[in-house]
Each structure stands twice: as C-alpha cells, then as structure tokens.
C-alpha cells in the first residue's frame, strides 16, 4: 500500500486508513547526529574516553602501555559483544598476559562493567608502544572482529611526566616526545579532528616552546588548523582546581569550527591561603556580586575590630 504516512490502522468498518501523526515541517525537525568514530591514544583506566562516550562519540579503538591500566579500561568500557586484543611485540603479550593471570581473569571479564550491553564501546585495544603504532596497526585490530571504519577523532593525554611541575620538568626526557607520535597517529588514520590533553607547561613555559612549536608545525604540515588554550576544570563545575593545556586540530570538514567552550563557573583564589583556611570558589556566575559584596563586608569588619582595640 502506498502513501505518505508509514503507519496505517484499520477502522471498525474495515477501512484501512493512515495512523493519525504529529506531522513536524522539514525546517523544525532536530537534524540527525552523525556517529562520531574516536581513537583513544594512552588511554588509561579510561577516564577521557568515558567523557567522550558520554558525549555520544563512538570509541571504537584505544591504545595504552600499562597492562594493569588496559585491563581497568575493558572490564569497564571494552564492548560486551567481543573486543580484539592486540600486541605491538611479544613482550607486551607476555606482560599482558601475566597480568591476567595474576588477576584470576577468565573468559568474559571484557565489557563486564560496561552497562550498555548493545556492542557500543571498544572493539580494539592494542598493548605497547604509541612509538611503535600505526594506522594499519590499529584497523588490522578492528579487522579482527570486521570493524574496519573510517576514524572522525583521534584524542588523548600523552605523558606529562617530563613537563610538571610535579617532576624534575626534563626537556631531554624522551616521553616528551610521543606529543609528536600522538599527532603522527592522527595524520595517518585520516582524522579531520584531534584533542590533546596535557599538563600547563608544556604550552606557557618557554623551556619546552621548541617542542611545542614542532607539535603545531607537524599538525599544521599535516593540514590541520591548531588552537590550544589552558583550561580550569572548576570553571566548568567540578568542585576541584585542575588546569590542564587542551590542543585541538580540525581540518578537511570539520576545519575552523571548534572554539572553546565559555566557562560556566567562576573560581576564586588558589584554594588554600598561607593561614590554611580554604578560599571559595566553583561559584556560578550569578555568585561573583554577592561573593563581592561579602568580600568587602569583610573588609569592613576587619578594620571596625582594629579600631576598637585602640
């Protein structure tokens, strides 16, 4: 049967006619998502990717080092219908797999925690080296279960060990280096977009501007558009100070279009003053008058009391 609707009913009388419907007009209806298809690079236990997954974009792929680390990851995020586990060398197989046995790890631990059971989350994951991966290296992974697909985003947190100021901040440290592979990784599966994640000195401290300025001309010479800003994640509404340096790098159709998000929050001080007490701050914006007016309430009080002790 023919026509327009898509739903037919039948009456009392026997007629066959449409199934009444909310007819919404072309220009109004909500356009449809396209699936995002992502590649996570040093993933961890998964807390980047679990961000990503809950924006709605697809991780299909990540890769990570730690066997400890990937093992958190896909008992967690790893697809409940089948996840390809794969390895750069013999010796990442051998550390992977005495891993699980010191776990206990038996069949069907992979997506065990994952709640969507639909087959959503990663299909691949590849244990070694970021140094020593690439493009066919991952999609001969996703190959393993016929995942092969076109890659949309490449993002990730390289280590930061040899920047922060938690370290002994090394130039010379070769983990520097793997910001470049990251972009490298991002170039060879045809990305249109990456995300870089890494601690504030790589960007603002003029020691490591060699390598950043080589990170922004590998992207660039790969055809991507750079911008990079530090970001407070307590502007954003988490209850906690954490800068970090975001780089991102679109090209092809997705070129020009990303702009940092406004922040939500405003923050206040550095967290602890010298007399240990804990400043305010993750206020919303509609907070930052009234957190004022206190401020100078304060002040007030302060020089009341000091002139009655005179």
């Excluded at 985003?153 to 130039?171: I, T, Y």
């Excluded at 100070?241 to 702009?259: I, P, S």
């Amino acid at each position: 049967m023919n026509g327009d609707f898509s739903v037919w009913e039948r009456t009392e009388s026997g007629l066959v006619v449409p199934a009444p419907q909310i007819l919404v007009p072309k220009h109004m209806r909500e356009p449809e998502r396209p699936i995002i298809r992502a590649v996570d690079l040093f993933c961890g236990c998964g807390g980047f990717s679990l961000g990503m997954q809950q924006a709605g974009i697809d991780v299909v792929a990540a890769v990570e080092w730690e066997p400890n680390a990937a093992v958190t990851y896909l008992a967690n995020l790893g697809s409940a219908r089948g996840c390809a586990v794969s390895y750069v060398g013999d010796g990442d197989r051998g550390r992977f797999a005495k891993t699980l046995k010191k776990l206990k790890l038996t069949d069907g631990w992979i997506g065990q925690h994952n709640p969507d059971k639909s087959g959503s989350g990663c299909r691949a994951m590849i244990i070694g080296d970021v140094a020593q991966v690439d493009a066919e290296t991952i999609q001969e992974a996703l190959g393993a279960l016929n995942c092969r697909t076109p890659i949309d985003l490449v993002f990730g947190g390289p280590p930061c060990q040899g920047f922060s100021r938690a370290g002994k901040q090394d130039p010379t440290d070769a983990r520097n280096n793997l910001v470049l592979e990251f972009v490298r990784i991002a170039d060879d599966l045809g990305a249109d977009t990456f995300v870089m994640e890494n601690v504030p000195p790589l960007m603002t401290e003029s020691k490591f501007r060699p390598l950043f300025n080589a990170l922004v001309k590998r992207a660039n010479d790969a055809g991507f558009d750079v911008v990079a800003n530090v970001l407070d994640a307590a502007n954003y509404g988490v209850p906690q100070r954490r800068r970090r340096t975001f780089v991102v790098g679109t090209r092809g159709k997705a070129e020009g279009r990303f702009q940092f998000p406004i922040p939500t929050h405003w923050c206040f001080g550095s967290g602890a003053t010298s007399s240990g007490k804990r400043r305010r701050w993750n206020m919303e914006p509609n907070d930052q008058a009234r957190e004022l007016k206190r401020k100078a309430l304060r002040k007030e009080q302060r020089k009341a009391r000091k002139r009655g002790r005179k």
